[in-house]
């Protein structure tokens, strides 16, 4: 018969007391929970963020809408270089974050909603450029 060697707690590997199993297993749990939250806020995040880009695309319109004069044709091609990539650059942030994150077993659930603020954000950001504020 294999004798157990004794880890750092005293306690032979493997017999673990039925407290610090539990805690053990709600960790685990947590873990699996917050790793599903993140993969699934992320993936739901992505058709938004698209969405948003494709918005953005359409601050070009207002190039139609005014004058040759009084358009400042600079203020909506930089609102919608904003509106249109800051969501997709929030998106692709939120990605690293959340695979840096989730590597070092820290909480990542929190980061897609995050994005999805600064998406919405980056969004009325350029919109209010291409307007001249």
Request: include cysteine; glycine fraction near 10%; charged fraction near 15%.
């Amino acid at each position: 018969m294999r004798r157990l060697e004794p880890d750092r707690t005293g306690e032979p590997a493997g017999a673990r007391s039925g407290a610090h199993g539990d805690a053990e297993a709600r960790r685990r749990a947590a873990r699996a929970a917050d790793r599903s939250a993140t993969i699934i806020g992320l993936l739901l995040l992505a058709p938004v963020v698209l969405w948003f880009a494709w918005q953005g695309a359409w601050i070009g319109a207002k190039v139609g809408l005014c004058h040759s004069s009084a358009c400042r044709t600079s203020a909506i091609d930089t609102g919608m270089a904003v509106a249109v990539y800051g969501p997709l650059i929030a998106w692709v942030l939120a990605l690293a974050a959340s695979i840096l994150r989730l590597a070092l077993r820290r909480t990542a659930w929190w980061i897609p909603p995050v994005a999805l603020v600064v998406a919405i954000v980056a969004q009325q950001v350029g919109g209010s450029i291409a307007d001249g504020w």
